[in-house]
């Protein structure tokens, strides 16, 4: 079964990161640049033990103890039956009572509130989940690869970074960009998952079936180490005052949102907090008369997400302790997961990054926009969107200096910049989240998930270009 399922699934990421690194030998050989390469691989190796995977300890340990609140005290299952219809078309694979369920909406829900710092961990706790349901661990599943092209395409209210970097550049209306980013990822993120329902069913990406066990599990190992974090028993009813403690809270911190939004630029610590995100101190803040309803609008979207992260941080605890949830034991054996997962996702990390590094110090990249600049041309594609449409999926630290060496060298209120602000808000680094997620579980065939989510972003891409021509050409 093994030597046919190897057969069918064609390793991709294989051929990608063998691509890559040869063809970064052959480049950085041809043009002299073999210093760079290696540089390169060094560089990134580093970077993705020390600056990322380390890092990722911490905050995994945080969600993670947070998730397994929300999965004690029941708050986790009633999310998912609240979006059953949604989430059955897109995973009929999954359960719906299935714990992943609850993981991936949480993850969504993060993402489209620009919380990067939250939508990873709950994403890694979302594909472990996902690993229970696989029978063929090493294989990405069906929903694997759906869940991975909604990330990789997660529709976006917010770019905060694109913004932050027009203002900088004084941009005359740094949120111009803040409708194109969100009609561009709605057109990525119906590409993506059209793409993905449409190839799991190519014969190349098909995997056989495989008998459960007795227990109804396909992969017994993997639900053993998650039995442990899955609710054993219905937790304790409300008490009778818990309804009205509960609605206190909302009450209160709808109050506070309505506030934060209403009150004037400056009045008070945390709108400036919330100004100090978007606009950098040192820029004038814009001017809110002339432009008074897409201003609000923007300060409301960023005041919920600045908000959002305490407030999960005070009701998960509260709401399990109020369901006879012993919130402090708990949080500590879900936080024990965040060290592992983080150990378990270096040696991809690392895979994927020396082979960006290196490709992007032979100068891979030059090469692929010389080549084709002429054909995109007379398409009405800006060629110096090139270099960060290329790098875009690889690495999103070079996309932000690649983006803001066009805001400085065309100017902030130029067309091809809002095409770009638009662009970097409405693509992901999809090789970076592929190695992330699928090596938190040791995922080796991707099957169908790198392609449907590069065809995400060249939508993306598109939709960015045609939807800012329209608005703004």
Wanted: glycine residues 8%; hydrophobic residues 55%; aromatic residues 6%.
């Amino acid at each position: 079964m093994r030597i046919v399922e190897t057969l069918l699934l064609p390793p991709m990421l294989n051929y990608l990161w063998l691509s890559l690194v040869t063809l970064a030998a052959i480049i950085g050989a041809a043009t002299g640049r073999m210093r760079e390469v290696t540089e390169g691989a060094f560089q990134m190796a580093d970077t993705a033990v020390m600056k990322i995977a380390l890092p990722l300890v911490g905050v995994m340990a945080l969600w993670l103890g947070l998730m397994r609140l929300a999965e004690r005290s029941g708050l986790v299952q009633q999310l998912a039956r609240a979006l059953r219809p949604v989430m059955r078309r897109l995973f009929p694979e999954v359960p719906v009572e299935h714990p992943a369920m609850g993981s991936m909406v949480m993850n969504m829900a993060a993402n489209m509130l620009g919380l990067a710092n939250a939508a990873t961990p709950l994403g890694l706790r979302a594909m472990r989940d996902l690993e229970t349901l696989n029978p063929h661990p090493g294989t990405a599943t069906n929903a694997m690869c759906t869940f991975l092209a909604i990330n990789t395409s997660s529709i976006q209210l917010l770019p905060t970074t694109a913004i932050a970097i027009l203002a900088a550049q004084h941009s005359k209306d740094p949120t111009a960009i803040v409708g194109t980013a969100f009609l561009a990822t709605v057109c990525s993120t119906v590409a993506g998952i059209a793409a993905v329902k449409w190839m799991q069913n190519w014969r190349s990406f098909r995997v056989g079936p495989v008998a459960a066990d007795a227990t109804g599990t396909s992969n017994p190992a993997a639900a053993a180490a998650t039995t442990e974090s899955v609710l054993p028993v219905e937790p304790s009813p409300l008490p009778a005052w818990g309804p009205a403690a509960l609605g206190l809270l909302l009450t209160a911190f709808i109050a506070l949102l309505v506030w934060m939004v209403l009150a004037p630029a400056g009045y008070h610590s945390a709108t400036a907090a919330l100004h100090s995100r978007i606009f950098p101190a040192h820029v004038p803040l814009p001017p809110w008369e002339n432009t008074a309803t897409q201003h609000l609008a923007l300060r409301a979207i960023g005041t919920l997400s600045l908000l959002a992260v305490p407030f999960l941080l005070v009701f998960f605890p509260i709401y399990a302790s109020l369901r006879g949830v012993k919130v402090y034991e708990e949080f500590v054996e879900g936080a024990k997961e965040g060290f592992q997962v983080a150990i378990r996702v270096i040696p991809f990390l690392v895979a994927i990054l020396v082979a960006i590094g290196m490709f992007r110090g032979a100068g891979g990249i030059e090469a692929m926009k010389s080549a084709l600049a002429p054909l995109l041309t007379p398409l009405g594609f800006p060629p110096d969107l090139l270099p960060m449409v290329l790098v875009r999926p690889l690495s999103g630290s070079a996309t932000t200096a690649l983006f803001a060496e066009i805001v400085q060298r065309l100017g902030p209120d130029s067309l091809t910049t809002r095409m770009a602000g638009t662009i970097f808000g409405s693509t992901e680094t999809t090789f970076y989240v592929i190695a992330v997620y699928f090596g938190s579980i040791a995922v080796r065939r991707a099957r169908h998930a790198v392609a449907a989510g590069l065809i995400a972003d060249l939508v993306g891409v598109i939709a960015s270009v045609i939807i800012c021509q329209l608005m703004f050409g």
